[in-house]
């Protein structure tokens, strides 16, 4: 019974096709290594294009990290703005800052330039690559390849169905035993490349993982980095801002206040003529002048009582003694802590008090100065 299933078993009767495709195969690896060496000239020119390219960029980013322009004419037209600043008139602190940040955009004018140059270089280092690579035609490499996959295919489908045949055969011929045995070695092999497999596989996904992880700690890195240098930043401005005088804006404001309370009590002129013009003058006594903003609730307190009193005086002395200010002007006298005068007759004392008052601004500047530094350096460490 056993010789007659190996009579009728399956000869090898296709062995020609597999030669066939064999001989087809090896011609086609010929033409691959062939057109591959062909082009790695071209390949070669093409990373060569593409590393300059990187270091040039990289070098343009480093440089624009360093100094916000672009371009020449950014930098030309920072340095008039400042010089424009210059000539319309600064404080002494702020000219020594615009005439150091003129200085160092001039000498970095060049670089900017040399910056031009570079990225006129990129430009056409990509015209070139692009033309380079328009001129490689995968076509022809694409035909090989999907011819070979698809011989690869027919071959191993011929493989595979032989190798039923001699195993058929060979179970004839060793029977259950011979076959048993070598089952058990295509299963151990089988099982020894599930566990390759698994072992590259977990070495892939620790690879990634660590990639992962070295990426956020640089990210990390970066972040704390920036940081840094803006609380630096921060803590020079702040140091900047403190060493000015204090009371600077307290001590003008009582100056124009005293000048403008003058204009109602000069003598030579009625109090008609005197008020009338004085309230219009408002605007240009405090122009420039920044005024902190207020509820209304704060503009009419204490006038209640007042109003009540005027009702009963005679109409022609509420008309001559009454003052009538601005809003902006009363806004003024409460930044300074100083009663809004409601009467003509009221503006002595107010001048004395604006007086006073200055005296004491003066008297606290230095004082006062010097707390705000202590307050920026405290500030500072905590930073």
Do not use: W
């Not at 090896?26 to 000239?41: C, H, P, Y």
């Not at 037209?77 to 008139?89: T, V, Y």
């Not at 070139?128 to 070979?148: M, P, T, W």
């Not at 004839?172 to 295509?186: M, S, V």
């Amino acid at each position: 019974a056993v010789r007659e299933k190996i009579n009728k078993s399956p000869q090898k009767n296709d062995n020609a096709r597999r030669e066939e495709i064999k001989a087809e195969l090896n011609e086609i690896r010929d033409k691959q290594a062939a057109l591959k060496k062909t082009r790695k000239a071209v390949y070669e020119q093409l990373d060569a294009i593409n590393d300059s390219i990187r270091n040039k960029v990289g070098s343009i980013k480093g440089f624009q990290t360093k100094i916000p322009f672009k371009t020449t004419e950014e930098v030309d037209a920072r340095i008039a703005e400042l010089e424009s600043k210059i000539e319309a008139g600064v404080r002494i602190v702020e000219e020594k800052k615009m005439l150091q940040e003129i200085s160092m955009l001039k000498r970095n004018r060049l670089s900017v330039e040399d910056v031009d140059g570079q990225q006129a270089a990129i430009n056409k280092e990509r015209e070139i690559y692009g033309e380079l690579k328009k001129n490689i035609d995968d076509s022809e490499a694409k035909k090989l390849s999907d011819r070979y996959e698809e011989l690869d295919a027919e071959f191993k489908l011929l493989h595979a169905d032989q190798s039923k045949q001699r195993e058929a055969r060979n179970q004839l011929y060793d029977e259950r035993n011979r076959l048993k045995a070598l089952l058990d070695e295509q299963y151990q092999k089988m099982r020894t490349m599930r566990d390759e497999h698994r072992k590259n596989n977990d070495e892939y996904y620790t690879f990634v993982r660590q990639l992962r992880e070295y990426k956020r700690e640089q990210e990390q890195l970066r972040k704390e980095q920036e940081e840094n240098e803006k609380r630096q930043e921060a803590a020079k401005q702040e140091l900047e801002l403190a060493a000015l005088p204090a009371f600077e804006s307290e001590i003008a404001l009582c100056d124009n206040l005293a000048i403008f309370l003058e204009s109602f009590v000069s003598s030579g002129a009625d109090k008609k003529s005197q008020q009338e013009p004085s309230v219009n003058a408002a605007a240009d006594a405090f122009d420039g002048m920044v005024i902190k903003k207020r509820d209304e609730e704060d503009f009419f307190v204490g006038k209640s009582k007042k109003k009540q009193q005027q009702k009963q005086k005679d109409p022609k002395e509420k008309k001559s003694d009454s003052l009538k200010l601005p809003l902006a002007t009363m806004e003024a006298f409460f930044d300074i802590k100083v009663t809004v005068p409601t009467k003509i007759s009221e503006i002595p004392a107010t001048l004395t008090k604006l007086k006073e008052r200055k005296e004491y601004y003066i008297a606290e500047q230095p004082k006062a100065t010097e707390l705000n530094k202590k307050k920026a350096e405290e500030k500072i460490k905590a930073m």
